[in-house]
């Protein structure tokens, strides 16, 4: 099983700053299947990012997926007030999928 | 706009049984992979099982195999969950998510609102 860890835990920032969120694997994360989703308070998640870098149908450019192998990051180039939420990155490159644990971002 | 709705989360005791279902909008059920995925309150995501389209294929979190069964009917457009021996760590929201076409099984595009599971005596 691949295992997700996310860093940090939480960020603190404020509208207009840049967010910077890794995804690192405890292994190689074939063809770059990785996605991104984003989660707010009550709601389900939406995806973000497939394939560690295409956006997703009706996703603003704001966001932007890089990374390979066992290292990933998901940007946010300029905070809106609907992106503090919380991320969550998911692999896809084997049977058994797997979820990081999240990164919270917050309001500073 | 396809849309997913989830039902069948109750309060169960533990060693308990519970059958989920999710419902989806659209004719794209019948061509897209299937997902279940949960939540226990105040954590993470956590990827249970997943369906072919044609359900000749399942996968399961390790967690969970041999315990939950997933299983669909395209005539129905509806995806199932069957949930036995349940533990109290199996307390959760239940999401169903759809992948975005055929070949895609991996990711989800598609989600429902999600319904709640209690294992409790």
């Known amino acids: 099983e691949i295992v997700l860890t996310q860093s940090p835990g939480t960020l603190s920032l404020s509208p207009g700053e840049r967010a910077t969120l890794s995804c690192r694997a405890s292994q190689i994360v074939t063809n770059r299947y990785l996605a991104w989703y984003q989660q707010k308070p009550g709601q389900a998640p939406r995806l973000l990012i497939y394939?560690?870098?295409n956006r997703a149908t009706g996703i603003p450019d704001r966001f932007s997926g890089s990374g390979s192998e066992t290292d990933f990051t998901l940007s946010i180039s300029t905070l809106e007030p609907e992106d503090f939420a919380v991320y969550y990155c998911q692999q896809y490159a084997t049977s058994v999928l797997t979820f990081g644990g999240g990164t919270k971002v917050d309001i500073k | 706009e396809v849309q997913a709705v989830e039902s069948g989360g109750d309060l169960v005791q533990p060693g308990g049984s519970l059958r989920l279902s999710c419902e989806v909008s659209?004719?794209?059920?019948?061509?897209?992979?299937m997902h279940w995925v949960r939540q226990a309150p105040g954590k993470g995501l956590v990827w249970v099982s997943r369906i072919s389209v044609e359900g000749s294929t399942t996968d399961y979190a390790d967690s969970v195999k041999g315990r939950f069964t997933i299983s669909r009917d395209n005539a129905k457009s509806t995806l199932y969950l069957q949930m036995d021996s349940l533990r109290a760590d199996d307390t959760a929201v239940y999401y169903c998510?759809?992948?975005?076409?055929?070949?895609?099984?991996?990711?989800?595009?598609?989600w429902g609102r999600g319904t709640t599971v209690i294992v409790s005596s």
């Open positions: 998510a759809q992948g975005p076409n055929y070949y895609e099984s991996g990711f989800m595009d598609v």
């Open positions: 394939g560690a870098s």
């Open positions: 659209r004719f794209t059920f019948s061509n897209n992979w």
